[in-house]
Protein backbone atom coordinates (compact mmCIF):
# COMPACT_ATOMS: atom_id res chain seq x y z
CA UNK A 1 0.00 0.00 0.00
CA UNK A 2 1.42 3.44 -0.78
CA UNK A 3 0.29 7.14 0.22
CA UNK A 4 0.36 9.76 -1.71
CA UNK A 5 -1.23 13.53 -1.01
CA UNK A 6 -2.46 14.38 -5.30
CA UNK A 7 -2.38 18.01 -5.64
CA UNK A 8 -2.40 19.95 -8.76
CA UNK A 9 -4.81 17.08 -9.75
CA UNK A 10 -7.62 19.34 -11.01
CA UNK A 11 -8.01 16.99 -14.03
CA UNK A 12 -8.24 13.96 -12.32
CA UNK A 13 -11.65 12.83 -11.18
CA UNK A 14 -11.87 11.02 -8.06
CA UNK A 15 -14.02 8.42 -10.14
CA UNK A 16 -10.89 7.83 -12.15
CA UNK A 17 -8.71 6.97 -8.88
CA UNK A 18 -11.54 4.83 -7.15
CA UNK A 19 -11.75 2.42 -10.42
CA UNK A 20 -7.78 1.93 -9.72
CA UNK A 21 -8.66 1.01 -6.10
CA UNK A 22 -6.98 3.96 -4.88
CA UNK A 23 -9.08 4.71 -1.54
CA UNK A 24 -9.32 8.82 -1.00
CA UNK A 25 -9.14 8.44 3.13
CA UNK A 26 -9.64 12.40 2.82
CA UNK A 27 -10.36 15.66 0.58
CA UNK A 28 -7.95 19.01 1.52
CA UNK A 29 -8.54 22.88 -0.09
CA UNK A 30 -7.82 23.57 -3.44
CA UNK A 31 -8.90 19.87 -4.28
CA UNK A 32 -6.15 18.26 -3.21
CA UNK A 33 -6.37 14.18 -2.30
CA UNK A 34 -5.13 11.93 0.23
CA UNK A 35 -4.77 8.67 -1.23
CA UNK A 36 -3.94 5.16 -0.03
CA UNK A 37 -2.81 3.07 -3.34
CA UNK A 38 -3.16 -0.70 -3.87
CA UNK A 39 0.25 -2.05 -4.53
CA UNK A 40 -0.76 -3.89 -7.06
CA UNK A 41 -2.21 -0.70 -9.00
CA UNK A 42 0.90 1.76 -8.50
CA UNK A 43 2.18 1.55 -12.21
CA UNK A 44 -1.59 2.80 -13.34
CA UNK A 45 -1.87 5.10 -10.78
CA UNK A 46 1.78 6.57 -12.27
CA UNK A 47 0.67 6.50 -15.73
CA UNK A 48 -2.80 8.21 -14.16
CA UNK A 49 -0.30 11.31 -12.93
CA UNK A 50 2.16 11.77 -16.08
CA UNK A 51 -0.75 12.29 -18.08
CA UNK A 52 -3.50 14.51 -16.18
CA UNK A 53 -0.92 16.11 -13.57
CA UNK A 54 -1.14 20.14 -13.89
CA UNK A 55 2.30 21.52 -15.60
CA UNK A 56 4.02 23.04 -12.65
CA UNK A 57 3.19 20.40 -9.80
CA UNK A 58 4.34 17.04 -8.44
CA UNK A 59 3.23 13.97 -6.97
CA UNK A 60 5.29 11.88 -4.55
CA UNK A 61 3.64 8.20 -3.36
CA UNK A 62 5.39 6.33 -0.98
CA UNK A 63 5.79 3.05 0.68
CA UNK A 64 7.80 1.52 3.20
CA UNK A 65 10.53 0.79 0.98
CA UNK A 66 10.91 3.59 -1.31
CA UNK A 67 9.29 7.21 -1.84
CA UNK A 68 8.89 8.13 -5.29
CA UNK A 69 8.66 11.42 -7.13
CA UNK A 70 6.79 12.33 -10.59
CA UNK A 71 7.29 16.57 -11.25
CA UNK A 72 5.48 17.67 -14.34
CA UNK A 73 7.25 20.77 -15.32
CA UNK A 74 5.62 23.86 -16.96
CA UNK A 75 7.01 22.87 -20.17
CA UNK A 76 4.86 19.74 -19.91
CA UNK A 77 8.67 18.02 -19.52
CA UNK A 78 8.04 14.82 -16.88
CA UNK A 79 10.42 13.70 -14.42
CA UNK A 80 10.76 11.02 -12.41
CA UNK A 81 12.99 9.64 -9.89
CA UNK A 82 12.77 7.11 -6.71
CA UNK A 83 14.52 9.40 -3.87
CA UNK A 84 17.96 8.19 -2.47
CA UNK A 85 20.99 10.00 -1.28
CA UNK A 86 22.25 10.18 -5.05
CA UNK A 87 19.76 12.38 -6.20
CA UNK A 88 17.67 14.07 -3.25
CA UNK A 89 19.79 17.45 -4.16
CA UNK A 90 18.09 17.42 -7.99
CA UNK A 91 14.21 16.71 -5.94
CA UNK A 92 15.09 19.50 -3.54
CA UNK A 93 15.89 22.12 -6.34
CA UNK A 94 12.82 20.91 -8.06
CA UNK A 95 10.83 20.95 -5.01
CA UNK A 96 12.15 24.52 -4.05
CA UNK A 97 11.26 25.55 -7.74
CA UNK A 98 7.88 24.44 -8.28
CA UNK A 99 7.13 25.61 -4.41
CA UNK A 100 8.78 29.13 -4.84
CA UNK A 101 10.74 28.25 -1.75
CA UNK A 102 14.64 28.69 -0.92
CA UNK A 103 16.48 25.50 -1.69
CA UNK A 104 17.03 25.10 2.35
CA UNK A 105 14.01 24.80 3.10
CA UNK A 106 13.43 21.40 1.86
CA UNK A 107 17.24 20.75 1.39
CA UNK A 108 16.11 17.39 3.57
CA UNK A 109 13.83 15.84 1.46
CA UNK A 110 12.55 13.03 3.80
CA UNK A 111 11.96 16.03 6.23
CA UNK A 112 10.30 18.32 4.16
CA UNK A 113 7.92 15.25 3.53
CA UNK A 114 7.42 14.54 7.06
CA UNK A 115 6.21 17.64 7.57
CA UNK A 116 3.12 17.11 5.88
CA UNK A 117 0.75 15.59 8.54
CA UNK A 118 -0.85 13.11 6.12
CA UNK A 119 3.09 11.22 5.95
CA UNK A 120 4.66 11.89 9.47
CA UNK A 121 3.91 9.04 11.03
CA UNK A 122 4.35 6.76 8.31
CA UNK A 123 7.60 8.65 7.70
CA UNK A 124 8.45 8.43 11.47
CA UNK A 125 7.82 4.85 11.41
CA UNK A 126 9.70 3.84 8.41
CA UNK A 127 12.44 6.68 7.39
CA UNK A 128 12.82 8.05 10.88
CA UNK A 129 16.77 8.12 10.62
CA UNK A 130 16.60 9.88 7.10
CA UNK A 131 14.22 12.45 8.82
CA UNK A 132 16.41 13.38 11.65
CA UNK A 133 19.69 13.33 9.76
Known sequence: MYLSYLMGAEQIEDQELEALG??????AGHG????????????????????KMT???????????AIHFIFKLKDHT??????????????????????NEPPDKTA???R???????????????YQALVER
Open 22 to 27: VTIVGH
Open 32 to 51: NRKLKIPSQRVDDYRILIKE
Open 55 to 65: PGFWNEFLDER
Open 78 to 99: VKEFTLSPDNEREIDTLCAQLN
Open 108 to 110: NVY
Open 112 to 126: YIADNDFYHDFMTKH
